[in-house]
Each structure stands twice: as C-alpha cells, then as structure tokens.
C-alpha cells in the first residue's frame, strides 16, 4: 500500500503530537502517505493542542481498532490492561498492525499480543514505548543481529535522572528537588511510576527480552527507585568521585537474564555518569563489537510521536527498494557548496612581533570587518620576540571572518599565518 | 529463503572478521543459517587469521559476485573504482543483492548503483560503509522516517580524533604522535585517506544523502583535515574552554545540503567535545526530535563484520513476524532473579556515633565478612554527635556485602541503617 489509514486511540500529550505530525507529513520521510480514519479517547471535548473534530469521533478504542477503514492501529491510550489491552487484541484478531507507544502493556502481555499477532499474520510495533525518541528497539532487533549481546543498560527514566541530577547540582533534599519538578513539569502530579523505578523496569524488560531472545516474564524483574535518596547520598559520593543515578540492566549470566532496576554508583568518567537532566541513554555491549551508545529525548509529544511515525512508515508496502530510502514522491535537495553567510564564532590564533601596539593593530583589524573579541589569551614572548595570542571571537559571517583574516595577514606584526578555526555551539 | 548463500570478496580484517563470525554464527540472531560459497582475494596464500582454504576460491570477484549459487554478493575489497566497482555491478546486474563496507564506492557511485539495483529489483545495503559498529546507516533510513532532519554532524574518523586528543593530552606534535599511532596499529602506515579528512567526508556525503533526501554529489563536499594542526592550537583553545576536533557535518540550508570536514572548535561541554581516541559518534538534530546521538566503535575487524552481518540479516525473507525479533531456531534464555554471586564494588554511608574505636569497629565489622575498604571520607561529627562516613569498597560478592549489611546494623554505633549502593565499573 502506498497509502496507510490509522485509527488512533488516545489523544494526550503523544496522540497530540502525532496528530500534528501527520497535519505536515510532506516534511518528513514517509514512503507513503497517512490518513485518519478516527480518532477515539476517554473525553471528546478536553482541550487540546490540535483540533480534533475535523476527524471522525469513535466513543469505543475497540469499534475504531475493528473498522474496516482502518489498516493500522495507533494505540496511545496507556495501562497495562483495561481498555487499551482490549483493543490492541481486538485490532489483532481483526488482522490490523498495532503501533503502540505503552511500555506497560508490551512489558506484562508483550508475548501474548506477539502470539496474537503472529496467528494473524500482522506486525505489532512498539519503538515508541521505550525511550521515545530514541530508536533502541529497532536497533536491537534489526540491526545488532550480528552480535552477541551481554549486557543492556541504560538510564531510562528522564524523572528519576532529572531529580539526582538537579539534587546534586542545587543542594537540595528530595522532597524539595520533587516539588520543583513537578511545578516545572518534568514530574508528574503523580510520580509513583516513575520514581519507584516502575517505568525504567518495564522499558528494561522489554529491550532486555529483545537483546537476549529472552521470554519476557516481568514478575523476574527487580526493581528499586529514588524515592530514598538522600542528599548526602549524592554529595559524599561525588566527594569520592561517583555519580548515583537510576541505572537500569539486563545482563547475561549462566543462570539466566537477570533484570533490574537499581541506584547504582559511576565513577565520574563513566559513559552513563555524563547524562544529566532528563535525556535517556541505552548502552549495548557485545562481544566483536565492543559498546554502541544511544542517546535521545526519552520522552515528550515530539520525540514519542516520531517513533511512532517511524513505526508506522514500516507498514507500507516496500514498491521499489531505495538504498537510500528515498521514495518517488520525495523532494530531492541538492549538494551544495558551502556558504559564506553562515555565521559562527571563531577561534582564532595569531603570533605577534613583541612590538608595542601589535595588539591594538590586530583588534583594530579585526573590528574593521565588525570582528570583535569575547576572550583573549596572551602569552609572553619566546626568544624569537613571538607573542602567541588566542582568541575567541563573538558571531559574526563567515564572510566577515575571510576578509577581516586578509587584513591581518598583511599586517607587519603578524608572524606566520592566522589560524581560523569556528566555534560549534554548546549542544549537549 | 531461510538460507542466504554469500559470496564474499576481499579477505582482509574485515573479510576475515566475517568469516569468524559466520563459523560461530549459532550464538547471533541471525533469522536464518548463512553459508559461503566462496571467496575471493587479491592473494590466496597471504597469512590470515581465519583458514580461507576450506572455503572454494575464485580468482575474479566477478566471476564470484555472478555465480549462480551465489544468493547475496559480499564486497570487502575496497576502493571507489577499480574491481570492487566492477563486481558489485556484475553482481547487481545478475540480480544478487549486495552488501558492501566500502565507503568511497557509495560516496562516488552510490546513485548509479541504487539505481542499476532497482532496475535489478536486488538490494543494495552498506550499513558497514558508516561508522563500523554504528548503526547509523539504518537508523536514519528506517527509524527516524518520522522526522525533519536539520544537522548530522560527527567524529566519523577515528584516526584523526585520536591524533587530536592525543597530541593535547601528551603535549606532543603532530608528527610525533602521528608516528606512535602509526606504531601501534591506530593511523595506516599511509594515513593521508584518514588525516586529509577525506574517509570522513565519504561517510558525512553517504549520511547527508539519506538524511536529506538529497542528490549525492560528493565534489561539492568540502574537505580539510587534520594535517596543520599544531600543538599550540591544541594548548590554547583548551585554556579558552575549547576542544578542537575533526568534525563532519551536512546541514540543510536555503541553498541546498552543505557538506563539510574540518576543524572545529567545541566548548568543553559539547556533547561531541568528551568523544575521546578512536570512538565515532554521530549527532542527528531534527525538528520534534530534538537531538539524538549514536556512538560506538567506528572500525575493526568485529564491529565493522558486524555491521555487514547486520545488512546479511535483513536478506533473510521474513518467514513470521516478530515483534520481539526472535526466529524459531533461536536459544531462547529466560529471566532470572538477581543472583548474589555477583561480585562489584560498593558505595557505602554510614552515620556513626561520635565515640572512639567506631570507626574501626566498623571497618573490623565489614572485614570480618570479607569486605575492604578502599577509599574512605569521614566528617566532622554534627550538634547530634552522628559523624557521616562514605566508603568505597574493594570488590565483593553481593552475598559477603549483604552478610557484612547486617553484621553493621547491630554495631551500637551506627546510627539508622547502612546505605549499600553497588559501583558499575568506568565505562567509556
């Protein structure tokens, strides 16, 4: 099909987020083109950041899952069981693919809806369900299939990770640390699933259960959260060059795959011990190949309704194969040469003749092609008179940059050429 | 099929890598068996880590690449032109599919040899031309369909960044640290492909082309390497909180897709700025995305094997779906309770009584069950009389610790309960 027509159940935060997602398709990468046939959620008249009512209004998730329109079903509704496990069944045994972003559902009936889906010869996806935006279910399952995996671990709970983090950082206590993240929005009115640990263990087992062709049973799945602790857990630890953080796990071992979630100390120069604030990072080691890293927005409307678009660009009928993944109805851009009205700051090192006024003729021929100097270094001069000075500029275009860099070679006090180097900014 | 029969042609690390793999392909994923029909080299007898002679030779890649038993053609020689091209056309053109490392081929003739594929109906697939071990390839083709791609930037050549990060950490020159990478087996014993940025401006076009939709058109990706810099480059962007790196980065612009390689000055905190020695990682920035970044070992003989058994895999006709990728044939593990014979070092924290001899009948306490101390900070005692105490234990089976847990809990000067965190060993 080149078409796909989803019905989609849940219209939070994510239902939101793929509605408007789908409003501007032709931006993105799809092989084909997506329709709704109906959307279906608890409250019909909640407000919402996109409007809902121009599509066809279904009281029940199962009637929409069922409908003959409908080839793919989008389950956003979230809960282990109850309605949202009724109609992903449904859907299956009316032959439609289920895209779902519940890492609950997939973590306790996982194997029961693959069993399902399997009888029916249709697919049951869940990329979005664990780490949101960022794609480790894929990877896993379809990528590192020339490996041998050992262990999977990861910080999978951006709340968890916000609150240690931002404990350490401000010298606050939990309780105090909780309370702002709930004003601010990174932690729910009701944290319990996040903060037990509850979240991470249902993401763990999933990937766990994928790495190690392992059959996913959660009740085996250990699992402790932040809730205990304390400020002078993390402010001790750091003074002995550690990191406490929510880590979850699944290891290979003789007996089995052993699963949990726990606090774990990291030394400071630790892969995972970097990952501050709310973003998710999944590690995978392997034999012959040594640890890939992933790392992403863990959650928000954004990055989990991109997954589930991911999920859904599989379901259309491959027409031609593209090594490219490009498809006909894709706008082709072009290569281009490089731009000299790109702007950036720069780093910039000079020597200098040990003459007095060198330096005010370089600012002053920088600053002639509206160059200016945010930091400067200065050293003193070695035998030759050569003073090395290093500088970083604030932004300006690249244009500027090349011209205000002729001048300066031509000026007498400069020995050899000036280094020009741009500044990337901060990006974490 | 459920049995995919390779042809394989070159037989150097790579090559030799997948042959290992292959003979002990039972402990992968794989959702079929493999089987090598035959391989061929520029020289049969050369010493190789694998026994090639039980494997029929071919002196022609092409005769090779066309056999008529030959289900996918492997191609691990190398160079843009030359027999490697040639080969993958032949078997393009006998409609075999093709799985191939090679990264200046797809850079300069990737498009015509999508398009000599698609006229075959055959595949064409070169995860393991990007990154080794990386799954990139497929992570911007498959999984992040659901996007608007702005930046992919990266450190895609390991050589160079381990020249930069070693020159710095050493205070060595360029040429002097060029000749020990040389000498322990990190730069070729001819580097310039590496150092003149040139291999990471064939990976950046190759993941620009996918990211963008676009035309690749490798002569207007501009390239400079790592050759000039000089130590003092080095030295002084690092006292202005800055770290110079090879980077490669496409970027969509009004004009078109802007290719580049060259140095880059990153403030410490960057996310690509901590990305030390040999690793390669990849950054990918897109609207409701916001930024995901991939990061592992970006060559080898066994990621780099990987990665083409990676591409092998997707070879295999579907034969039931899986959600959780498994095939009937796989070991199939199940979850276990954690185990206590895990062994790790431990964080520990103690409040203890302010009195004399409380701090050794603590650390006598722990030893009595086998548990060392290795790093320990204790502070001054609070109005209340508790003084906090933080250890860092030698290794330990998590039975000893638990027994110790309890032996402390019964010291009369304790004060609440031990807290007991596990220590995940460095990781980079």
Known sequence: MKKVRLGIAGLGHVGCGLISLIERQAELRLPGRVEIVGVSARSRHRARVVDVDKYTWFDDAATLAEHADVDVFVELMGGSDGPAKFAVETALKAGKPVVTANKALIAIHGQMLEALAQENGVDLMFEAAVAGGVPIVRVLRDSLTGVSVQRVSGILNGTCNYLTTEMLRSGQDYDEVLEAAQRLGYAEADPTLDVSGMDAAHKIAILSSIAFTADLDFDKVSVSGVENIQLPDLVLADRLGLRIKLIAEGILTDAGVVCRVATKALPVDHALARINGAENTIRVEADTLGAVTLTGPGAGAGPTASAVMGDISKLFTPTARSAFGRAEH??????????????????????????????????????????????????????????????????????????????????????????????????N
């Open 330 to 427: 894709h706008l082709v851009r072009h290569f281009e040469a490089a731009q000299l009205d790109e702007r950036s700051a720069f780093f910039l090192r000079i020597k200098l003749s040990d003459k007095s006024g060198a330096l005010a003729g370089l600012t002053e021929a920088l600053a002639a092609h509206g160059v200016s100097v945010d930091k400067l270094v200065q050293d003193s001069a070695d035998e030759a008179g050569a003073s090395p000075v290093a500088i970083v500029t604030h932004t300006c275009s690249w244009r500027d940059m090349n011209q205000a860099s002729d001048r300066v070679s031509g000026l007498a006090s400069v020995i050899d050429e000036m280094r020009v180097i741009p500044i990337d900014p901060v990006a």
